[in-house]
């Protein structure tokens, strides 16, 4: 098939009409790119992101990607790929709701638990490659042909076995033979881990040939939690991996001379300097029983499922009328004190509007500047330990999320507008040629 599509493609080079071929797409995300940062060099003096700017003046960009409930990665990375919300992707937050800890703080890292087709059923579907590293919720996608997902446990040597026994068979040791980097300077959080996720994906695409490809990079999201958005720390990471995007695109265009370049981000950020710890109420109120002994959660009938700067609420028995109401005067208490650091409650049926989790009775925006603790007793506002976050309502410009698109056929320095962020799968599932139904997107062009 690769070769038959290098045919089209010189032919349509020299007859230049008709109907356009479909192209091989590389989808990467950078988690945390706001959009100001690349379309607005005035909005931050510190960030230089040459490579960036030029795909997106080259190209066809939004003005803003409205994101989904809560604006946090995995929900959001999984839409990027299905063109659904949470509520019919089944991703509802990045970690799995567990109020009891039996799964030890355990993320939506298995692609089994995604409820709708992906765009990368749709490419394997039609008998072409499908590549991946370091995608969310990707751990056992069998429609992915090379995949290295992301996923990790401990913290420890032993995450380097955990990441190569899922990754797809002999993949790990073709990528390090490759860029002759072992895969342990992968498994971090900062540009030089981002530097080589990106010299595997381009790896990846020369040995491979995928028709679609995704990749995440993490660094930039990291150094916003720490640092704020905004920071030296911050311009700093964003500038080098712009290298890094630019280096990828021009091997990975050695490979696929037809190549569709996608830049995605999942959400935006705020800084903040105060976390609200919202189950120290809950407990009060009796909602949420300790163990005397340890401190730790024994028993629940309804519990906060904090998601940065927003938080469902799940209910135990979610038909209890009663239990429903002693937890709706508890958030409306709470909404109406200033010092709760709560802007707004949505009851479920706002929740099912704007596509949130099935699982949540209610939900939590905090104002922009605080974001969900995870005390159980003391203060309700205590001093945040970070300096940067995103989960908050999607309606937030601030949580708004970037999408550029460059390649053949692509308008030129044009924008879109601002986009909702259903829109991106069907429009790459268009530039492949691949049936996406599913999707309750529609194509930007």
């Known amino acids: 098939m690769r070769g038959i599509r290098f045919a089209a493609l010189l032919l349509g080079a020299v007859f230049a009409s008709g109907a356009a071929n479909a192209a091989p797409v590389l989808m990467i995300s950078i988690d945390g790119l ?34 989904v409930l809560p604006t946090v990665t995995y929900p959001n990375h999984t839409t990027l790929i ?12 990045n970690t799995t709701f567990d109020p009891l800890q039996k799964n030890f703080g355990g993320w939506y890292w298995y692609a089994s638990d995604i409820k709708v087709p992906t765009l990368w059923d749709a490419v394997h579907g039609k008998g072409e490659v499908v590549g991946s590293v370091s995608w969310p919720v990707s751990v056992g996608a069998r429609s992915v042909t090379y995949n290295v997902p ?24 073709d990528l390090e033979k490759s860029t002759n980097t072992p895969l342990s300077k992968l498994l971090n959080e900062t540009p030089q881990s981002d530097a080589v996720r990106a010299s595997y994906a381009a790896a990846l695409i020369a040995l491979k040939h995928p028709e679609f490809t995704t990749l995440h990079l ?35 265009r050695k490979a696929e001379l037809d190549l569709v370049v996608a830049i995605v981000s999942d959400h935006g950020f705020a800084p903040i300097s105060e976390d609200s710890n919202l189950m120290v109420p809950f407990v009060e109120a009796g909602l949420i029983t300790l163990d005397e002994k340890t401190g ?54 706002t929740v099912k509007a704007m596509g949130g989790a099935k699982e949540a009775s209610f939900f939590v925006d905090f ?13 309700v506002i205590t001093a945040s330990p970070g300096n940067g976050t995103h989960g908050y309502f999607p309606d937030h410009p601030e949580m708004n999320a970037t999408f550029i698109i460059n390649g053949p056929n692509v308008a030129v320095n ?32």
């Open 34 to 67: 706001k959009p100001s940062d690349v379309l607005d060099p005035a909005s931050n003096p510190l960030v230089n992101a040459p490579v960036l700017r030029a795909l997106a003046k080259e190209g066809s960009y939004a003005a803003g990607v409205n994101n």
């Open 82 to 93: 299905t063109g659904v919300a949470p509520s019919l992707h089944g991703i509802s937050n």
């Open 150 to 173: 992301e996923v990790w446990r401990a913290g420890t040597a032993d995450d380097l076995k955990l990441v190569e026994a899922l990754s797809s068979p002999g993949l790990i040791a």
């Open 218 to 252: 993490v660094s930039l999201d990291h150094f916003e939690h720490v640092y704020g958005p905004g920071s030296t720390e911050a311009a700093d990471t964003l500038n080098t991996i712009d290298t890094i995007v630019g280096s990828l695109i021009a091997d990975a």
């Open 296 to 349: 730790k959660i024994s028993a629940w009938d309804a519990m906060p499922w904090g998601a940065g700067g927003s938080a469902a609420v799940v209910l135990a028995r979610p038909d209890d009328k009663a239990l429903q109401k002693k937890v709706a005067d508890l958030l409306k208490k709470l909404a109406t004190d200033p010092k709760s650091g709560i802007a707004r409650i949505a009851d479920a049926k």
């Open 367 to 379: 104002k922009l500047g605080v974001e969900m603790g995870n005390k159980t007793t003391g203060a």
């Open 414 to 445: 044009k924008s879109l507008g601002v986009i909702d962020m259903r829109d991106i799968a069907p429009t790459l599932a268009k530039i492949m040629d691949v049936p996406l139904p599913s999707a309750t997107g529609k194509p930007l062009f």
